[in-house]
């Protein structure tokens, strides 16, 4: 069985940070590509930042410079490194593992950003 779990998620003030983490059983994790992505209220589900299985990474143009993502095949987790956080980042955050059109998710973390 396939399991994707979120945890780090939590509230802070504008301009701090968090550690998103996703631990992943029932997959061989190093061969997907792994992806966070976020929904905010009234909005519709965003890719956030993403990681090859090569360590390329990808992000979206809003979080470039502030989020970091990375993966520890050994340890099957992929984290999201959060700083400047800011009002509008507040979502749930969500880990996707993908490979070949098959998709897996968390059900997410909660991440609130006060201003």
């Known amino acids: 069985q396939v399991q994707l779990v979120e945890s780090g998620g939590g509230l802070v003030q504008a301009g701090g940070s968090l550690r998103l983490t996703c631990a992943a059983s029932g997959i061989i994790f190093n061969l997907y590509k792994l992806n966070w992505y976020r929904q905010a209220p009234g909005k519709q589900r965003e890719l956030v930042a993403g990681?090859?299985?090569?360590?390329?990474?990808y992000y979206a143009d809003s979080v470039k410079g502030r989020f970091t993502i990375s993966r520890d095949n050994a340890k099957n987790t992929v984290s999201l490194q959060m700083n400047g956080l800011k009002p509008e980042d507040t979502a749930v955050y969500y880990c996707?593992?993908?490979?070949?059109?098959?998709?897996?998710w968390g059900k997410g973390t909660l991440v609130t950003v006060s201003s």
């Open positions: 996707n593992a993908e490979l070949y059109g098959t998709d897996y």
């Open positions: 990681i090859y299985r090569g360590g390329s990474t």
